[in-house]
């Protein structure tokens, strides 16, 4: 498949770097866990695609959820309310998770999403995610694994969408301000 630029921005990372930065994840994932059991859990939709290929990677026992979120506004002028949407399956008391992220910017939803994981008593909860932005970061959450760090860029494709399109592509690009 050519790599085409997505809503007319540049291609930031090809599917090639993507590949090659996924399978060195997932080997140091392996290595840091050293055969003990793992919990994937993919914040939906965005982390689809890489958590599918990460989990490819990881040469452990692990089995695979997801967790779905959405916000919502008591009125005009609240930011969002984080619910979850989705709630997982397992039961993840006394297990070694990684919650699977596709962009971390603000925090705010990954510092919910690691106090609810929390509070069902797992061993340990990490954070893996494909993009991060400490820069834009308002809240402090402790990033174990990260693909390629970013700046302030709007980005869609492996996973990331601008209102569900451009999701499917194979690459991650930027996408301009005014899209």
């Not at 402790?142 to 760090?149: I, K, L, N, R, S």
Request: proline share 3%; with cysteine; charged share 20%.
């Amino acid at each position: 498949m050519s790599e085409r630029q997505a809503s007319g921005g540049r291609i930031l990372f090809s599917s090639e770097q993507i590949h090659h930065r996924v399978c060195e994840l997932g080997r140091q994932i392996s290595t840091d866990y050293q055969g003990q059991p793992l919990v994937l859990i993919g914040v939906l939709k965005g982390s689809l695609y890489f958590l599918a290929d990460l989990s490819r990677q990881i040469n452990l026992p692990l089995q695979l959820d997801f967790i779905g979120i959405g916000t919502y506004a008591q009125s005009t002028h609240q930011k969002g309310i984080v619910r979850i949407t989705k709630d997982l399956d397992l039961d993840i008391t006394g297990r070694h998770v990684l919650l699977v992220e596709d962009i971390l910017r603000t925090g705010l939803t990954i510092s919910y999403l690691v106090r609810n994981i929390e509070s069902r008593q797992p061993a340990s909860v990490k954070v893996c995610t494909l993009l991060h932005n400490p820069e834009q970061q308002l809240i402090n959450v402790p990033v174990a694994y990260y693909g390629f760090m970013i700046d302030r860029q709007r980005v869609v494709g492996y996973g990331m969408d601008v209102q569900e399109e451009d999701r499917h592509l194979p690459y991650i690009a930027e996408i301009s301000r005014s899209n």
